[in-house]
């Protein structure tokens, strides 16, 4: 009976990874492709945008050339305008000028039917980007200068916060923590994520490019490397969302606000101290020795392994209760 039912079940599981494949007609002009469809194929795959691909502009303005830009290469007057920051642009045409000394390549953009120009590539792209709500979370997160006010920020206030809940004895996240793994876990995944994300800018740049131009969230849509920063950014959401409600469980209100500021803080300065360091080598060996220390620290200070007889306190250790000072041997 049990053999019939295993037989009966694999059966089952085959047909449902199973699936019917019908191939398409054959069609001798497939592939008799145009030489601009070529060139916008090769352009793509270089650049990673096209024709209809949509921008914002980011920059304060950007002055556009409203004649052709063969008329401005060979020196001829033209009329230019500006179109301003906010702007939604569109990718109308582009076009290759081999006697241009700046840039051989020349993007028109129109904001609407009236609104369109010309401009050299290499002086759009730095100005605007992609109209995507993950490109533009990105581009927030990328900034030089927010990253280094954002580093400022969270060590003064995170060593301004430390200071003060240690001094009154508080619980935190690695120092006086609670019985429970998930805050170890979250900040470990930070870690991670701040790891990966400056590995994939470091060692696989265009990829990270035509993510950034081709955004998604799905992790299996997307090379391994950045299936699995995507997989981390997932896990930060589940496992953030598992660290509040155990905290909640383990605290009182007014000292789980405490904690929730003091985690937050770690994880403000483990994605920092990680992100930076990871592009100059030295993050890989840092985030070596934390998930060591971490982990270390979890077990041998956090971890609960019994519960005094006497009184029902939770011990690090067997011996005298500091509660009730019954001995649990």
């Given at each position: 009976m ?10 089952g ?19 008799n492709?145009t ?14 945008y096209?024709?209809?691909f949509?921008f ?5 303005s950007?002055q ?12 001829l007057?033209v009329?230019?305008f ?17 006697t ?5 390549i ?5 904001r ?7 401009i ?7 100005e ?9 979370f990105?581009?927030?997160?990328s ?6 006010l954002?580093?400022?920020f ?7 916060i ?6 009154i ?9 609670i ?13 991670t994520?701040a790891?990966l ?10 990829s ?5 131009y081709?955004?998604?969230l799905n ?12 997989t ?7 496992f ?18 405490f904690?929730y ?15 930076v ?7 890989y060996?840092?985030y070596?020795?934390?998930v ?5 620290s ?20 067997k ?6 000072h019954?001995?649990?041997?």
């Amino acid at each position: 009976m049990r053999k019939s039912r295993f037989f009966c079940l694999f059966l089952g599981i085959l047909f449902l990874l199973s699936s019917c494949y019908r191939q398409g007609p054959y069609t001798s002009d497939a592939w008799n492709l145009t030489d601009q469809q070529i060139d916008s194929i090769s352009f793509y795959t270089t650049h990673h945008y096209t024709q209809n691909f949509n921008f914002v502009v980011r920059a304060d303005s950007l002055q556009l050339i409203a004649q052709h830009p063969t008329e401005y290469v060979n020196g001829l007057q033209v009329d230019t305008f500006c179109i301003n920051h906010g702007d939604r642009v569109v990718v109308a045409d582009i076009i290759t000028i081999p006697t241009d000394t700046i840039d051989t390549i020349w993007v028109q953009i129109a904001r609407d039917q009236q609104t369109l120009g010309w401009i050299h590539e290499q002086e759009m792209l730095p100005e605007v980007s992609p109209d995507t709500p993950i490109s533009q979370f990105i581009d927030t997160f990328s900034d030089t200068h927010i990253l280094i006010l954002l580093a400022v920020f969270v060590l003064i206030f995170t060593i301004f916060i430390f200071r003060r809940l240690l001094r009154i004895g508080a619980k935190i996240v690695h120092f006086n923590d609670i019985n429970s793994f998930y805050p170890t876990f979250l900040c470990l995944l930070v870690a991670t994520s701040a790891v990966l994300y400056s590995s994939i800018q470091l060692h696989s740049p265009e990829s990270w490019r035509h993510y950034y131009y081709h955004p998604t969230l799905n992790p299996f849509s997307v090379p391994f490397h950045l299936g699995l920063f995507l997989t981390s950014v997932w896990l930060l959401i589940i496992f953030g969302i598992a660290a509040v409600d155990d905290i909640r469980r383990h605290l009182k209100s007014g000292d789980a606000i405490f904690y929730y500021i003091s985690l937050l803080g770690m994880c403000g300065v483990v994605y920092v101290i990680f992100s930076v360091s990871t592009l100059y080598y030295i993050g890989y060996l840092l985030y070596i020795a934390y998930v060591g220390v971490a982990i270390w620290s979890y077990i041998h200070r956090t971890r609960i392994n019994y519960i005094c007889g006497n009184c029902g306190h939770s011990l690090h250790k067997k011996g005298k209760c500091p509660y009730c000072h019954a001995e649990n041997r």
